[in-house]
RNA sequence: GCACCGCUAGCUCAAUGGUAGAGCAGUUGACUCUUAAUCAAUUGGUUGAAGGUUCGAGUCCUUCGCGGUGCACCA
């Protein structure tokens, strides 16, 4: 290890001996991309040469073979892989010499033209290059990539150099969040921005993060949601708003729970959850098209389609066609407890909790297609407006696809009186033992009682919708950098400050 | 939190309880059209950590660390 480091400091002490310094280099005129150069010159025939037009490229080299007199070099940039081609011929000897000292992960600009190799493959011919940076680190083999999934992780920097599918991914995520804005804000919302920090975490149910601020000497909560700031808004007459934001669980970590997320919360006021929910198919339906080149998308071995309309299916509906369920043993508190029992789950704290259970076990294996599932128990929503001719349901659904829950939405709550009642039977599930359920928020019933319009609201998981558009079964794949137990030696942050990594 | 699996050279991987190895990378040399370049030579190890069993441990046992998967938890 210290070999291969000292070895490396050795080019870039050599380097220097030749009056090339490649941490004194500043900026460098890219005037084209790897893939734009594929591209533009796709039809040169073998051995052509378009030595008329110079061309600059920069980024990563990634492969060296030299050849006595030439070197080849593969030379990554964001669009992907060009070969570069240098004669000693063709440069001053000096020059070559330089070129001889570059290696493996050194990032480095080249100057020249287009021409077609003997072998057939597009090359710049380089006519003057700059060392722009030097690696003083090995990187992983050059066939095999990086396997190690913590090294991964830890080191997403390394993961990116050498593993372009993991690049590709992060930027279709890119890709789908601007996609996303830009559907929403043809539809005349206001992306707005609410506070992480709050004095009460409301809006979901999870436990959150907790802080303290010096400044008030108070403690404070991370978010666990944007729903009430931005249903306050709406009350202020904003109308349409949104929010992209980090939402913060201080909650376990597995295959599709980070500790903080990304959350869209999309509020309109004058819809309903009908109208929300043909907004959240075309939404899908354009990203799947606009993202992903086609309405189908394969999750694992299944094939998923994005075509709309989707499927519905009412709630209690499902659990009927599932498993013959009837209403009253779902609705009723002690009989939903009976249930759990008969299927073998654990014992629930709360009805809301037996609920979910039951769902996710009886329901949920179904919904591998694109599905709404509408009509949630008002137990369970605690923010969503009773269904007119049926008090004990709320009109709300959520979106599953591939077993995974993509979106929850609802007609929000508008009547005061109604919401100070929830919140009063949520404080008796809190003493009842669910940790989970936050404390009321009495303000936001103060918003309320000045009047908010009829309004829908909904909440899409950013994660795991990229999960689902870039067939990945973890969400850590689709995060750049994933939280991580930190490593023992760096555990403790006074160690860590008094030992930097050395030369 | 529980269970299982993994951790060996910079990377990817081998090694019945019996001398820790290969490929790539690195180093030295050859080579003026290579592309996993090739050819010749060559360096490199606290086998995650600490104990234990044994004549002998990468391998068996215990504890610990980190990761992965499953379960539990997670509207």
Redesign the pocket.
């Known amino acids: ?1 210290a ?2 480091v000292a ?2 400091r ?2 870039l002490a050599a380097l220097r001996e030749r009056g090339v310094d490649p941490f004194t280099a500043t900026r460098y005129d890219v005037t084209a991309h790897a893939a734009e150069l594929a591209t533009k010159y796709a039809e040169l025939p073998e051995q052509g040469r378009a030595e008329s037009e110079t061309w600059s490229i920069a980024g990563r080299i990634m ?8 070197i ?1 070099f ?1 030379l990554h940039d964001r669009t992907g892989r060009f ?1 570069l ?1 240098v ?3 063709d440069l001053s000897d000096e020059a070559f010499a330089v070129a001889k000292e570059l ?2 992960g050194d990032i480095a600009g080249a100057t020249g033209f287009v ?1 077609r ?5 597009l ?1 710049l011919y380089v006519r003057s290059f700059e060392v722009l940076g030097k690696s003083l680190q ?14 991964r ?1 830890r080191r997403r920097y390394v993961d990116l150099i050498v593993n372009p599918h993991v690049r590709d991914v992060m930027i279709l995520r890119s890709r789908i969040v601007a996609e996303m804005r830009r559907f929403i804000d043809a539809r005349d919302f206001f992306e707005v921005e609410t506070p992480t920090l709050l004095t009460i975490a409301g ?4 436990r959150p993060f907790r802080t303290h601020s010096n400044a008030l000497d108070i403690p404070l909560n991370l978010r666990i949601a944007t729903e009430l700031n931005l249903k306050r808004l709406i009350v202020g007459g904003m109308e349409r708003v949104y929010e992209i934001g980090r939402i913060f ?1 201080n ?7 980070n500790p903080e997320f990304t959350m869209l919360e999309l509020y309109a006021a004058f819809w309903d959850v009908e109208d929300m929910m043909r907004f959240n198919e075309d939404l899908m339906a354009h990203l799947t098209r606009t993202v992903h080149g086609g309405e189908t998308v394969m999750h694992g071995e299944d094939a998923i389609s994005f075509a709309t309309p989707f499927r519905r299916i009412g709630y209690l509906e499902a659990f009927k066609e599932f498993a013959g369920l009837e209403r009253e043993q779902l609705l009723d508190a002690d009989a939903s407890l009976l249930l759990l029992r008969e299927f073998g ?2 014992d629930s704290p709360t009805h ?2 037996a609920l ?2 039951l769902f ?1 076990r009886i329901v949920e294996p179904h919904l591998l297609q694109p599905t709404f599932v509408y009509g949630y128990p008002v137990v ?4 969503a407006k009773r269904m007119k001719d049926d008090p004990e349901l709320t009109q709300r659904y ?1 979106l599953f696809a591939g077993h995974m ?1 993509l979106a ?1 939405a609802f007609t929000e709550l508008n009547d005061p009186d109604d919401q100070r009642r929830r919140f009063e039977l ?1 404080i008796a599930e809190r003493a009842a033992g ?1 940790e ?2 936050p404390p009321p928020d009495w303000d936001f019933v103060t918003a309320l009682e000045y009047g908010m319009p009829p309004t829908a609201g909904i909440g899409i998981g950013v994660d795991r919708l990229v999960m689902m558009l870039t067939d990945n ?2 969400v ?1 794949d689709v995060l750049l950098f ?1 939280l ?2 930190p ?2 030696a760096d ?1 403790r942050e006074d160690d860590a400050e008094d030992a930097p990594p050395g030369p």
């Open positions: 290890m070999d291969l070895a490396r050795a080019r492969a060296v073979r030299g050849q006595g007199g030439v080849f593969d070969q081609f004669r000693k011929n290696e493996r021409f190799t003997k072998a057939g493959d090359s090995p990187l992983p083999d050059k066939w095999h990539g990086l396997q190690d999934v913590e090294k992780y809006g979901a149910s999870a669980r909650e376990g970590i597995d295959a599709t729970h789950i654990p809301a909790h979910d259970k996710e369970l929503s605690p923010l959520e829950e929850n949520q669910d989970e359920i079964a973890s850590r994933p991580q137990r490593l023992p555990a």
